[in-house]
């Protein structure tokens, strides 16, 4: 059987965490029936690492996936953007026009505006996995002013995105539905809903005796996108409670701007560890917490946003708390009962969930329901499984 040819475009590296968790493990699964030449922009620091980067070439040519690393400009950003953008236009039309290439998945909107442009004349089609609701994404971050002229431009340019992408990927329902209120043409358009998945075979369920008692949360904090202030009023709270509980952080952010606001709220260094960890060691590091404390900002940005570690918390039998306003979450939780949903970061609200949780941790299928939230919704497998039904779809529909 002859592999149809995809060119997969990615603003995000392939030697990233999320490049290997979001992007390699479904293209791995697709590579029986499917003929990958991955086009991602790395990090310099990342093609530094000439061992990493060899090994990465081996493992993607042992499943026939032709991966070519370009570097990824940072500054200035809207010149570095161009500059990346405008590479992006030459390998999409070098590989369209050679016919090397019969359908393009773009991952967010950076490589779906050069597949877009390409395909005016080229004519292949390409899937715009948007992955979030960028513009408003810029806006929140105090990158972009509504209103501005290039906020302008990018709206024009995501309603053409979606307008003539062949399918259109979304991490959430959520935004889905707020796209067609806006947008009503687009009940015409084909959307998929596959979210942030998680390869299930690297988490194992905890099914010790022995509970956990630490509360916790891993991943990137120190941003515009997390609410650091609940995160510790709830480790306050529980310390409070309780003068015996430790606590736990996960993330490659500032140990010492993590321990400075801890010590603002009375918690000592001593109960409240903070570690990296790569992507093959998160399942075990984030073993001995007994809740994932999942704070996000809500708004219309966020409605495209599905938490990677929400899935990884689930996949190890770990119950969450998280709040609303950020795509699927709350309704995930509530669907399965898999944790708690706070209505706010006021004191009421998270000794509220402090108290409900007690009562949840006394389930005894409650990590068996975690893990099985994380199969249905999570897994790695059904998401290359839906990938696999697009492209099926798409290939046979403009089969030349």
């Known amino acids: 059987m002859t592999k149809k040819k995809i060119l997969y475009l990615s603003y995000t590296g392939l030697m990233e965490p999320l490049g290997r968790s979001q992007i390699l493990a479904y293209l791995l699964r697709l590579s029986n029936e499917y003929q990958f030449t991955i086009i991602s922009f790395e990090k310099p620091e990342d093609l530094n690492n000439i061992n990493d980067v060899r090994a990465l070439k081996q493992e993607c040519e042992s499943y026939g996936i032709n991966w070519q690393p370009k570097v990824y400009h940072h500054k200035p950003r809207l010149l570095a953007t161009l500059w990346d953008l405008s590479a992006l236009i030459y390998y999409t039309w070098s590989y369209s026009y050679s016919n090397r290439a019969q359908l393009i998945h773009c991952r967010s909107y950076i490589p779906a505006i050069a597949a877009w442009l390409v395909g005016k004349i080229t004519k292949v089609p390409f899937i715009f996995d948007m992955r979030a609701l960028w513009p408003e994404e810029m806006i929140d971050a105090g990158r972009l002013g509504r209103g501005s002229m290039i906020h302008r431009i990018l709206v024009w340019l ?214 099985y939230a994380a199969e249905e919704y999570f897994s790695a497998d059904k998401g290359a499984e839906k990938y696999r039904k697009v492209y099926k779809a798409i290939t046979l529909l403009y089969k030349k």
């Open 158 to 371: 995501e309603s053409r995105l979606l307008k003539d992408a062949a399918h259109v990927v979304s991490l959430t329902q959520a935004a889905v539905d707020y796209l067609q209120v806006q947008q009503p043409y687009l009940k015409n358009q084909n959307f998929s809903v596959i979210t942030t998945c998680v390869d299930l075979d690297k988490f194992k369920l905890n099914t010790a005796v022995n509970k956990p008692k630490k509360l916790g949360t891993m991943g990137t904090v120190i941003s515009g996108w997390y609410h650091l202030d609940w995160l510790f009023l709830s480790l306050k709270t529980q310390l409070e409670r309780d003068r015996s509980s430790t606590f736990k952080i996960v993330t490659r952010d500032s140990e010492q701007t993590l321990r400075e606001i801890a010590r603002q709220y009375g918690i000592e260094p001593s109960i409240l560890e903070i570690e990296s960890s790569s992507s093959n060691d998160i399942a075990s590091n984030i073993a001995d917490i007994k809740a994932g404390l999942l704070y996000f900002t809500a708004g219309i940005s966020k409605l495209g946003s599905a938490p990677t570690r929400m899935g990884e918390f689930l996949a190890c039998g770990i119950p969450v708390i998280g709040n609303r306003g950020v795509g699927d979450m709350a309704s995930l939780i509530e669907k399965y009962q898999v944790g708690l949903v706070i209505e706010d970061g006021s004191q009421k609200s998270i000794e509220q969930a402090l108290d409900n949780l007690d009562e949840l941790y006394q389930d005894k299928e409650l990590s068996k329901r975690c893990r």
